[in-house]
């Protein structure tokens, strides 16, 4: 028998009175009771918005920073059915550079593969570590494909010979439109261990390889991507507030960026809401997303102002600072509960940026209101990440740093702290390193399995019907002490090996 509105009232707090205390609560500080169970964990729909009018499958988006966001990361994450924003501290023909190798492709993957002419004699290491390169007429992508080198075949020769000496003729060129599954299957069925991408209007993308399928074949079977409506992966990418930042625009949506972020630390200034109405006016067909925000206050500017989508976190991130450096900030927790409690009286969905370690916390972020998280620390380290990976006292390791360490600021992420004309930089984050953590394409689905069997214990099908928990004052929630919070965790033991999947 189910139990009185009464009973419930004594179990548990429900979102209203828990969040309205003045307490600034983050993901670890609550925890949800459990609902009924009444379905298989598998029946669960994340499927969900990355804001107004850009559906996704899965709801898993990659921040915009350029240890996290390139073309590589994008694709994954898109054949994934999530996006990732590309990053804007690069200059904007390079970004929208990026934008367009993402979305050139239907594959899972950017690879690296490097470029030569007919005449030009490469050494091993201008092969990058890539077991092949494209020769094309002019060593670009835009001319006329003549060969393919092998890197082995370069590795033979005493001293450095043209390519064309020892290059192999191209082989049936297979169509940068082809999903993962066609791709295969055109490999195979020509007897191929390789085959240039070539996209509809002739330029030489990328090249797939046996050992491509092979690789993507080990990993869990990808599921729906996210699609725009012109049938190509959806990628976001974000620009400043700052006057050149409208070029960058202009760039951006003609590479066919499906939703641009603005990024800043702060969002509530005069600055990003002249650059969103600015930007709604002139590309109304592209969803802005606006933030970060924190705040009821801060929301309701944004989104009078034109947003499609909210970006919620302040000084929550692994490598951020700004909480400690400039004493303005919320826990995690309450900031999206309440950003959130608005923003869906006006149709506008919200990113959860930052303070993701673990499923539990998407978990929490999307019961709490969102319709998607945003990861920076939790997808950095991955194969897909940018940079290269190196040893650290004996761990894998990769570069992962803030958009406000002194390091990135000097590439031009300072305006982003709005300290772009500023004579002094002070940081609002660090630079460190994450531990290999192996494909995207392997983790984020045993991720979303567990996140799915979270909702199942919560007794929501859906994150509408978590949402309407929530809102109902269905989902009941506790305050976790610091005994609580380790003996929820692992303790107890003298030594032990984690692992999620």
């Given at each position: 028998m189910a139990a009185s509105r009464a009973d419930l009232a004594d179990d548990g707090f429900a979102a209203p009175r828990l969040f309205s205390q003045g307490v600034s609560y983050t993901y670890d500080d609550v925890i949800f009771l459990p609902g009924y169970i009444g379905f298989p964990a598998d029946a669960v729909d994340l499927s969900t918005r990355l804001s107004r009018r850009v559906p996704l499958s899965i709801p898993c988006v990659a921040s915009p920073m350029d240890t996290v966001s390139e073309a590589t990361m994008a694709a994954a994450m898109a054949s994934l059915g999530a996006a990732a924003v590309v990053h804007c501290n690069t200059e904007p023909h390079a970004q929208a550079a990026i934008v367009r190798a993402a979305k050139s492709r239907r594959l899972p993957f950017v690879s690296s593969v490097p470029f030569f002419s007919p005449s030009s004699a490469p050494t091993l290491n201008d092969f990058a570590g890539n077991e092949y390169a494209l020769v094309?007429?002019?060593?670009?992508?835009?001319?006329?494909?003549?060969?393919?080198?092998?890197?082995?075949?370069a590795a033979s020769r005493e001293v450095p010979v043209s390519v064309y000496e020892y290059m192999r003729p191209a082989p049936r060129l297979a169509s940068a439109s082809f999903d993962f599954e066609k791709a295969a299957a055109f490999l195979a069925d020509e007897g191929l261990d390789y085959a240039p991408l070539v996209s509809d209007d002739g330029e030489v993308v990328d090249l797939?390889?046996?050992?491509?399928?092979?690789?993507?074949?080990?990993?869990?079977?990808?599921?729906?991507?996210s699609l725009g409506a012109d049938g190509k992966f959806v990628?976001?990418?974000?620009?400043?507030?700052?006057?050149?930042?409208?070029?960058?625009?202009?760039?951006?949506?003609?590479?066919?960026?499906?939703?641009?972020?603005?990024?800043?630390s702060q969002g509530n200034s005069i600055y990003q809401l002249d650059m969103i109405k600015f930007a709604k006016k002139m590309y109304p067909e592209v969803d802005l997303i606006g933030g970060n925000v924190v705040t009821i206050a801060q929301a309701q500017n944004l989104i009078q102002a034109g947003a499609d989508g909210l970006r919620v976190g302040m000084g929550s991130g692994s490598i951020c600072t700004t909480q400690e450096v400039c004493a303005v900030g919320r826990g995690q927790a309450t900031a999206v509960y309440k950003v959130s409690s608005y923003a869906k009286d006006h149709n506008v969905p919200v990113i959860a940026d930052g303070g993701i370690s673990n499923s539990g916390h998407i978990v929490k972020a999307l019961s709490l209101g969102a319709s998607?998280?945003?990861?920076?620390?939790f997808l950095a380290g991955s194969h897909e990440a940018p940079g290269t990976y190196e040893y650290k006292d004996g761990r894998r390791v990769k570069k992962y740093r803030g958009m406000g360490s002194l390091e990135a600021m000097t590439k031009g992420s300072d305006a982003r702290y709005l300290g772009d004309t500023l004579k002094l930089?002070?940081?609002?984050?660090?630079?460190?390193?994450?531990?290999?953590?192996?494909?995207?394409?392997?983790?984020i689905p045993y991720t979303m399995q567990a996140v799915k069997q979270g909702f199942q214990d919560l007794g929501a099908d859906s994150l509408q019907s978590a949402h309407d928990l929530l809102r109902s004052e269905t989902l009941r929630l506790e305050v976790r002490t610091g005994a609580a919070?380790?003996?929820?965790?692992?303790?107890?033991?003298?030594?032990?090996?984690?692992?999620?999947?």
């Open positions: 094309t007429q002019h060593g670009d992508s835009l001319s006329t494909l003549v060969g393919v080198a092998v890197a082995a075949d797939i390889t046996a050992k491509d399928v092979e690789r993507i074949r080990s990993y869990p079977k990808l599921g729906k991507p990628v976001a990418a974000s620009i400043g507030t700052r006057e050149d930042d409208k070029g960058r625009l202009e760039q951006l949506v003609k590479a066919g960026a499906n939703a641009i972020v603005i990024d800043s998607t998280v945003m990861m920076g620390s930089k002070v940081a609002q984050g660090v630079v460190g390193a994450v531990a290999d953590k192996g494909s995207v394409l392997r983790f919070q380790v003996e929820g965790g692992i303790h107890g033991l003298v030594s032990y090996e984690k692992k999620a999947f």
